[in-house]
C-alpha cells in the first residue's frame, strides 16, 4: 500500500495522510513553518510538541489507508472488543463538584465576569495493573469502526505523546493562505433536544471564533460561511458553524497560534477572562483534550488541527501535577479521556452534568468493550 504497511510503531495516523519514521521532535511552533511534515500536539496549557517524521504518504482517495490494516489489533472477526485495561474510571470531578462549578460560573455571568466558560473534567483508569502499550492502537482501530469521526487520529511519539482521537470538530485548516476554523457548539442527543442556549452559544462562540482569525488574515476576507449547521455524529448530534479567512503575507505559525489558541469552542469568551474561571474551577489539566491535534506539512503549505476533544491518551512516564482540592488520584502512566460543557446564563447544573455524561458514555464504553458497532 505504498508503504503504509510500514508505519508501525512511532507514528501518525490521519484521515488523509499517513506518516512514520521520526526525525527529531521539537517545543517550538516556529519548527512548523519549515519545509517539513510534523505530528502536532498543543496541550490546552500550552505545551508544543512537534514530530518531524521522514515518511509521508497522502491517501485522499483512500481514507484512513493502513490505519486498519496495520492493525492495530487481530484479524479474527470476534476478536476482544475491550482495549483499555479493566478498572474503574476516575474523574477529576465528581457531579456534586461539577455542579458547584456550574453555579460559580452563572455567579460570575451574574457579575459580568464573563459570558461563557467550557467547564471540563478529566477521567482516567490507571494502566499500573498491565496494560500494553498497544492499548491505544487496538481502541484506535475500534473507534474508526465504532465511532467514526472526521478529524480522527493515532498518533505515537514513544516518550512525548500517545494519543487515540475520535474528534468531529475542526480547530484550523490551512490550505496555502486560506484559514478555515468549524467550532461545534451545542450537543444533544437528537436535533430536537437541542437546546435555545446551544444556538446562542453557538452564535457566541462562533464571533469568538470570527474575531481570532482576523487578527491575522487581510481586513474583509473573514466570513461566517455556514452557521448552526447540524452535523450527526454516533449517539449525538451538534450544532457547528464555519469561519474563513485570508491570511495577511508574513504571517507565521507561533502568530497563528497566539491569535487563536486554546480553541475558543473549549474556553469560553471572553478567552482570557475564561481562562482564569477554569484554571479556578478545574482540579486536573485538561494535557491534549481540548488542545490542537493533526498535522502541518511546511512543504506544501497544508495544515489540519483538531480540537482535542473525544480523545483518548498516555501520559508516557510523565507526572502530572493537579490543584490539591482534586476528588480523585490521577494517576501517571493510565489512560485519560477528558468531557466538558458550555456553561452560560441559561444552563441547569444538572442538565450540564448530564452533557458531560453523553459525550463520554459511548467513547467509555467503546474503550471497556461495552459498545461496537457489533452489538450497536
Request: charged content about 25%; hydrophobic content about 40%; some cysteine.
Amino acid at each position: 500500500m505504498d508503504g503504509i504497511e510500514q508505519a508501525h510503531g512511532e507514528r501518525a495516523l490521519f484521515r488523509a495522510v499517513s506518516a512514520w519514521g521520526v526525525e527529531s521532535v521539537h517545543d517550538d511552533l516556529a519548527v512548523l513553518d519549515e519545509p517539513a511534515f510534523h505530528a502536532l500536539v498543543v496541550t490546552f496549557e500550552g505545551r508544543v510538541t512537534a514530530a518531524r517524521l521522514r515518511h509521508v504518504v497522502h491517501h485522499e482517495d483512500r481514507a484512513w489507508a493502513g490505519a486498519l490494516e496495520a492493525r492495530l489489533g487481530s484479524d479474527e472477526p470476534d476478536h476482544q472488543a475491550s482495549t483499555v485495561a479493566q478498572g474503574a474510571w476516575s474523574t477529576s470531578l465528581d457531579r456534586g463538584a461539577y455542579e458547584r462549578g456550574v453555579a460559580a460560573i452563572r455567579d460570575d455571568i451574574a457579575r459580568g465576569r464573563v459570558y461563557q466558560v467550557n467547564l471540563c473534567r478529566v477521567l482516567e483508569r490507571d494502566g499500573a495493573d498491565g496494560a500494553e502499550r498497544d492499548d491505544l492502537d487496538r481502541l484506535f482501530a475500534d473507534l474508526l469502526v465504532d465511532n467514526p469521526a472526521p478529524y480522527a487520529c493515532r498518533i505515537d511519539v514513544e516518550g512525548h505523546v500517545d494519543i487515540a482521537s475520535a474528534s468531529p470538530e475542526l480547530f484550523l485548516a490551512r490550505e496555502g493562505s486560506a484559514l478555515t476554523s468549524a467550532p461545534i457548539k451545542g450537543t444533544a442527543s437528537t436535533l430536537e433536544r437541542m437546546l435555545a442556549k446551544d444556538a446562542t452559544e453557538n452564535i457566541m462562540i462562533t464571533d469568538l471564533v470570527r474575531n481570532d482569525l482576523q487578527r491575522v488574515c487581510r481586513p474583509g476576507t473573514v466570513s461566517v460561511d455556514g452557521l448552526l449547521e447540524a452535523q450527526h455524529h454516533p449517539g449525538l448530534v451538534h450544532l457547528v458553524s464555519t469561519v474563513r479567512g485570508q491570511m495577511r503575507d508574513g504571517v507565521r505559525w507561533p502568530e497563528v497560534f497566539d491569535a487563536t489558541f486554546p480553541p475558543g469552542s473549549v474556553s469560553g469568551a471572553p478567552k482570557s477572562s475564561a481562562l482564569v474561571v477554569i484554571a479556578e474551577l478545574e482540579t486536573a489539566p485538561r494535557g491534549p483534550y481540548c488542545g490542537a491535534i493533526g498535522w502541518v506539512d511546511g512543504t506544501t503549505g497544508q495544515a489540519e488541527l483538531a480540537v482535542g476533544i473525544r480523545t483518548f491518551w498516555r501520559e508516557n512516564g510523565r507526572e502530572i501535577h493537579r490543584n490539591e482540592s482534586a476528588s480523585g488520584p490521577i494517576v501517571s502512566g493510565g489512560v485519560s479521556f477528558g468531557a466538558g460543557a458550555g456553561i452560560t446564563w441559561d444552563s441547569d447544573p444538572g442538565t450540564e452534568w448530564h452533557e458531560t455524561e453523553l459525550k463520554a458514555r459511548r467513547l467509555l464504553g467503546i474503550a471497556d468493550g461495552r459498545h461496537t458497532g457489533r452489538n450497536a
